[in-house]
């Protein structure tokens, strides 16, 4: 005999007893801008009750400890505020005039303690300042000569008792609904590093050219570095040319050098004015047949936008950005007006600028 085959169950079928039901689709949570508006309000309110009550002779004696630390500035935590301790190493370093690093506090207990000499100080950021992993460091960055600094946001903790000096950041509690998961605590850490670290930029008279010198790949630094004689074009890549020479026996001059016009120039290579692409097109058109019989100098722009070598490149993009219209190249001269360069937009997006 051969098999038999489950009766397929009519329409309707399976609303009797026992019957399967229909699984129900997982509703999807939804923001609720009115509540996300009211989230915004209550941190606000938490980030003013900081600014409210910070001891700012606290802050400050904290800031003067980094400025004149004889040797090199620690930051250490854990969890979120390892995360932002991370941060603020970071940035302090990049400022260049203080030798700062991250010490992760397990890494210190194996070994990485032994970056700390004497001298150095070493801030220890923490909200509840109970924290095993850095009271466990504490012992032995002291034996190590380290100055301590504890940044905390709980009274009485024993990690601000153990150490050197202890800022307070006041915390009125955090934006988590159960008060626990750190944020707003770690936005207040932030906040004060970074604000503090303005500080020590405009203690020390920090210059453009020395924070663009630690950041010399990125577009920051390079608009702080590059000059116009860093990335002009300069003699055989320029396209010169006389003010007596016919527009048409200069037309491989123009498009070949890549620069989309003319250079035009006495005996001593005095810069006369320019012509471009641009303005062979309207001769053409005004003039038809006859453009054949017209010099370069005839039609060339004799009050041309030009920039000097020494100049930031940066100063070269807005000039040739500004009005009454913008251009896509400048002349570059010396004190004499004697043509030493050409420096175009092309070139200064290439160097990323």
Do not use: W
């Amino acid at each position: 005999m051969g098999s038999l085959t489950s009766p397929r169950p009519s329409a309707g079928a399976g609303a009797g007893v026992g019957a399967a039901e229909a699984p129900k689709a997982a509703s999807r949570p939804v923001i609720d801008p009115g509540e996300l508006g009211r989230l915004f309000v209550s941190q606000r309110g938490h980030l003013d009750h900081f600014f409210d009550h910070l001891d700012l002779s606290r802050a400050a004696a904290f800031a003067q400890a980094l400025l004149d630390a004889p040797g090199a500035v620690f930051f250490s935590g854990v969890g979120k505020s390892g995360i932002v301790a991370h941060k603020l190493s970071q940035t302090l370093a990049s400022l260049g005039f203080a030798r700062s690093a991250f010490l992760a506090p397990v890494d210190a207990l194996h070994g990485d303690i032994g970056a700390l000499f004497p001298g150095d100080l070493l801030v220890l950021l923490s909200k509840s300042g109970s924290s095993e992993e850095l009271l466990g460091l504490v012992p032995c960055a002291r034996a190590k000569g380290a100055y301590l600094i504890a940044v905390t946001s709980v009274e009485g903790n024993p990690l601000a008792a153990l150490c050197d000096m202890n800022v307070h950041l006041p915390l009125q509690r955090e934006l988590c609904p159960f008060n626990l998961a750190p944020v707003t605590s770690t936005t207040i850490q932030m906040v004060f590093g970074d604000t503090v670290i303005a500080a020590l930029m405009a203690a020390k008279e920090l210059t453009r050219e020395q924070y663009a010198a630690n950041h010399p790949a990125g577009k920051i630094g390079k608009s702080l570095i590059f000059k116009v004689k860093d990335v002009m074009k300069k003699q055989e890549e320029l396209p010169i040319c006389k003010e007596g020479d016919m527009i048409m026996d200069q037309l491989t001059e123009l498009t070949s050098k890549g620069c989309g016009c003319l250079l035009v120039v006495d005996d001593k290579y005095l810069l006369i004015g320019t012509f471009t692409d641009g303005d062979l097109r309207r001769t053409l058109k005004a003039n038809g047949a006859a453009i054949f019989n017209l010099t370069v100098g005839q039609m060339c722009n004799r009050n041309p936008r030009t920039i000097r070598p020494d100049a930031m490149a940066v100063e070269a993009m807005q000039k040739m950005e500004s009005p009454p219209s913008a251009v896509q190249f400048l002349p570059v001269v010396d004190d004499q007006n004697i043509v030493i360069g050409i420096i175009t937009l092309h070139g200064l997006v290439s160097a990323g600028l």
